[in-house]
């Protein structure tokens, strides 16, 4: 699985005119499923994302964690972090194929929700407009493999 992990001070995403989740302080999610991906490889990212210490505490150290600050996820599935560079036009061959990804990218939401966040996202394949106003700028990549 990747996953690209902006701090943000808001995002939302919008599809046919209609916001379907926003948040403010927390984590914008943008997140890619491989075909090998597994559900055991789902639950560590959403655990290392869930405790990833991003935030600045009162000396002004990344030292804090999403649940330290209150913050919400906003996840949205982004089949394009598999995209082949090769040429000029990617090709996308490398995601998974959406009877492997929805149930990943749903256990990813779930897994995050269980651990108390409140969880928005995107919808599976829509065409969505992402916004974001990305604080710090912090942006951190993960990319786990079976």
């Known amino acids: 699985m990747r996953a690209v992990v902006t701090r943000v001070s808001s995002a939302s995403v919008t599809i046919e005119g209609h916001i379907n989740g926003e948040i403010g302080k927390g984590f914008l999610v943008l997140l890619g499923v491989g075909p ?4 055991e490889i789902c639950s560590k990212l959403a655990e290392k994302i869930c405790n990833l210490r991003v935030f600045e505490d009162e000396a002004g150290k990344m030292n804090l964690n999403l649940e330290q600050v209150g913050g919400a996820i906003l996840a949205v599935s982004q089949f ?13 061959t490398g995601a998974a194929k959406p009877d492997v990804a929805i149930p990943l990218y749903e256990q990813f939401i779930d897994q995050c929700r269980s651990r108390g966040f409140r969880v928005e996202h995107g919808e599976f394949g829509a065409d969505m ?13 993960f990319e786990l493999e079976a």
């Open 129 to 141: 407009q992402v916004a974001s106003v990305n604080d710090g700028p912090v942006t951190i990549l």
């Open 36 to 39: 090998n991906d597994t559900p």
């Open 80 to 92: 394009t972090l598999y995209a082949d560079t090769k040429s000029r036009r990617p090709g996308f």
